[in-house]
Each structure stands twice: as structure tokens, then as C-alpha cells.
Nanobody, 120 residues
């Protein structure tokens, strides 16, 4: 499967933004989808993931309560809804697909990333 992240942009602190991760074919429904980000000079950070079915999610403590991940297999698309954005959320955001459960997912398929810039 090929994944394409989109929806990034420049926003103000406190704004909301929704990123999408579109899968290229129906195998998308078989994969858990994780969201990651990487800020300049920093390591890639895991944000959270949704199960292949879309029924369960898990989040990093840094975004829990502000970010929500969902998956719509009928549209071959996963989403990252971000609210109360902060300047420190500025990064390139990536989605990835893989098999497994919870924190044990092995991510083999990566999207190209979309830039999110939050200004104060």
C-alpha cells in the first residue's frame, strides 16, 4: 500500500487542524495506522495509532487529550485531528501503516509527510 499524508499548513496557536492519510488501495483496511512527527533537529516522535479496524487507539502522553486518530476503511483514509495547537507542535507529520497491535505494530509503509507550522 502507498500512503499519502495531506492537510498540513500554517495555523495560529490554539487552532485546530485535521490531517489525512490516504491509502492507495483496499489493502489499507488491513493495516494499523500510526502518526509520527519530526521537528527540525529532533528525533521522530510517535504520536499515536489506530487499529486496522479503527476500533481502538493509543496515544503518546504528549498529545493525549488534544489529538484524535480515526480510520475510515470505506474511504481508505485515516485522520489525525489536532486541537489546541501549540508552537511546539510545529513539525513534519507522517503517517505509517503496519501490522500488529497496540505499541507492537511494525510500520512498513510510510507516507511522504506534511508540514504543520504553528505560530504564536
Amino acid at each position: 500500500v502507498q500512503l499519502q499524508a495531506s492537510g498540513g499548513g500554517s495555523v495560529q496557536a490554539g487552532d485546530s487542524l485535521r490531517l489525512s492519510c490516504a491509502g492507495s488501495d483496499r489493502t489499507f483496511s488491513s493495516y494499523a495506522i500510526g502518526w509520527f512527527r519530526q521537528a527540525p533537529g529532533k528525533e521522530r516522535e510517535f504520536l499515536g495509532a489506530v487499529s486496522w479496524s479503527g476500533d481502538s487507539t493509543n496515544y503518546a502522553d504528549s498529545v493525549k487529550g488534544r489529538f484524535t486518530i480515526s480510520k475510515d476503511n470505506t474511504k481508505n483514509t485515516a485522520y489525525l485531528q489536532m486541537s489546541s495547537l501549540k508552537p511546539e507542535d510545529t513539525a513534519v507529520y507522517y503517517c505509517a501503516g503496519g501490522v500488529g497491535h497496540g505499541l507492537g505494530v511494525k510500520y512498513d509503509y510510510w507516507g511522504q509527510g506534511t508540514q504543520v507550522t504553528v505560530s504564536s
